[in-house]
């Protein structure tokens, strides 16, 4: 069973920025697109940036410019590094392969504020 562990989210000022990592246990991670997702309060979980086994990238529209997915097959790690950070960003963020095939983790907490 794959265990998702999310870390690096906290409390930053608008424009700040952050770089959040998940770390899969397990050896099979390199063959799965990894999603980077985030759940506001009071709002559906949604998809944020994906990265391919081959590292293509996809974005949500309102974080286009702004967070950057990357991988390290390496370590088992996928990152999403998050610039020029706004109020509406703030939420909790999940990582997990596409379709969700594994049990979500903890998820790490971003708070835009100042």
């Known amino acids: 069973q794959v265990q998702l562990v999310e870390s690096g989210g906290g409390l930053v000022q608008p424009g700040g920025s952050l770089r959040l990592s998940c770390a899969a246990s397990?050896?099979?991670?390199?063959?799965?697109?990894m999603n980077w997702y985030r759940q506001a309060p009071g709002k559906e979980r949604g998809l944020v940036a994906l990265?391919?086994?081959?590292?293509?990238?996809e974005y949500a529209d309102s974080v286009k410019g702004r967070f950057t997915i990357s991988r390290d097959n390496a370590k088992n790690t996928v990152y999403l590094r998050m610039n020029s950070l706004k109020p509406e960003d703030t939420a909790v963020y999940y990582c997990?392969?596409?379709?969700?095939?594994?049990?979500w983790g903890q998820g790490t907490q971003v708070t835009v504020s100042s």
């Open positions: 397990g050896s099979i991670f390199s063959i799965y697109t």
């Open positions: 990265i391919s086994s081959g590292g293509s990238t």
């Open positions: 997990n392969a596409a379709g969700a095939p594994w049990p």
